[in-house]
């Protein structure tokens, strides 16, 4: 039954990329099939300068100190994020940092709704409210990437997946609001865009670090690709499906 599941899963994630996209203006663009995991966190992702360290083929980031016959320092080592517990505490505290950022970009998409403001008046603070949104997201990549694995036993690893739930259902909840009441320009795309791409390559390292959790993240996602049915999420959905489609082994 699992099986068949994320076998069904996969392909939903695969079948995605194939959907024609629609761009900005309105109009059907041919989508081109991607390598699953080729833009997390690559060259050419926004919001990842240089990548992940050779994810997606990007480049690892200039180390200080890591370049031979300039200073001699040997790169320090990540700083220790506390085992299974610390890495709940930074999931945790992201979904909470960015539920905070949408409670204020919710507050001014009601203006619009109400009629108390037009979309054009709310959209220079919504911006950046998500440009803070971004910076977050990015923080905990740079936090996160580097990490050796930690061993995990099964109640841990549930209480993982809860907290990787929950930062998903956040972020798709409120972006369906955003997106619903005040349509979308190309500048909000263009930050959505990295905002999904950021919060791919956080789920990506967590899975470097706890294994174990993907089966649960599988789960967990399936909702997000259920929305892929939304002509104007989709272009962005589908850099979380070709983490899917990766995690799957497609």
């Known amino acids: 039954m699992k099986a068949n599941f994320f076998t069904t ?10 959907a024609p996209q629609v761009s900005a203006a309105g109009g059907l663009v041919e989508r081109q099939v991607p390598n699953p995991l080729g833009n997390l966190g690559g060259a050419n992702a926004p919001g990842v300068p240089g990548g992940l360290g050779g994810i997606g083929g990007g480049e690892p980031p200039a180390v200080p100190g890591d370049v031979g016959g300039v200073d001699g320092e040997t790169p320090s080592a990540p700083a220790d994020i506390g085992g299974v517990d610390g890495l709940i505490v930074i999931i945790t505290g992201l979904t909470g940092d960015l539920t905070t950022g949408f409670g204020n970009i919710g507050d001014l998409a009601g203006q619009v709704d109400s009629g108390d403001s037009t979309p054009e008046e709310v959209q220079p603070t919504i911006v950046n ?3 803070v949104i971004q910076l977050n997201l990015e923080r905990i990549v740079t936090q996160l990437t580097g990490q050796a694995g930690i061993p995990v036993a099964g109640a841990d690893v549930d209480r993982l997946v809860a907290a990787l739930d929950a930062l998903v259902n956040v972020l798709l909840a409120n972006v369906t609001l955003l997106v619903t009441i005040l349509g979308i320009s190309p500048q909000l795309i263009s930050i959505l865009h990295s905002v999904f791409t950021l919060l791919s390559n956080v789920l990506f ?32 959905l589908t850099i979380v499906a070709g983490l899917v489609a990766g995690l799957a082994g497609i």
Not at 221 to 231: E, K, M, Q, R, W
């Open 9 to 18: 899963l996969a392909t939903l994630a695969v079948s995605a990329f194939a």
């Open 129 to 131: 409210e998500l440009l």
């Open 205 to 236: 390292l967590v899975t470097g670090i706890v294994a174990a959790v993907v089966p649960g993240l599988l789960v967990s996602l399936s909702p997000l690709l259920a929305a892929l049915g939304n002509a104007v999420l989709a272009p962005l």
